[in-house]
């Protein structure tokens, strides 16, 4: 099995090519579906663009509220919803919150690596468990419609600051 490239999540990176590239991506998947990335779901994912990791809805509103898109909670909730709906979020339902799309536009089964120590949400394909987790289910009869697969630990940088 393939190892994943190291997340963005956990790695240092240019932050600011890899938010404008997720949005550009975001813009063009969202017209070539017809559908419009308004200007408060566009800044609802720059929100959850702007670090790797995961949000809560009440976060994300009090943001939109700071940049005048109100304060109501359907707000937020009907722009995360749009992009769960289209492939550009997730829920992380440890977390009870949100993170952007690392593949955005590409059918994908993702897991979720959450830090403990920094709260860090780093996403990587989760095919091969998928693939198992059906395999078991399909022996019992069961149909695997929706799963979500997280794993909670600490990333290096937390990890070495634990050892020191």
Excluded at 53 to 74: K, T
Excluded at 114 to 120: E, L, S, V
Excluded at 138 to 163: K, M, P, S, Y
């Amino acid at each position: 099995m393939p190892v994943p490239s190291p997340a963005p999540a956990f790695e240092p990176h240019d932050h600011h090519h890899c938010v404008s590239q997720a949005l550009a991506g975001a813009d063009a998947l969202v017209r070539a579906r017809g559908l419009r990335l308004t200007p408060v779901r566009r800044r609802t994912l720059e929100i959850l663009l702007e670090r790797h990791g995961a949000m809560g809805a009440y976060d994300v509103l009090q943001r939109l509220s700071e940049d005048g898109f109100g304060h109501q909670p359907p707000v937020a909730y009907r722009a995360l919803d749009f992009l769960v709906e289209n492939g550009l979020a997730h829920r992380i339902q440890r977390l009870n919150a949100f993170a952007a799309c690392a593949h955005p536009g590409e059918a994908h089964h993702a897991a979720f690596l959450i830090c403990r120590g920094c709260n860090a949400v780093a996403e990587i394909p989760a095919d091969p468990v998928r693939d198992v987790l059906e395999q078991g289910a399909g022996a019992l009869g069961f149909t695997v419609e929706r799963a979500n697969i997280e794993a909670l630990g600490l990333c290096g940088a937390c990890r070495d600051g634990d050892e020191a």
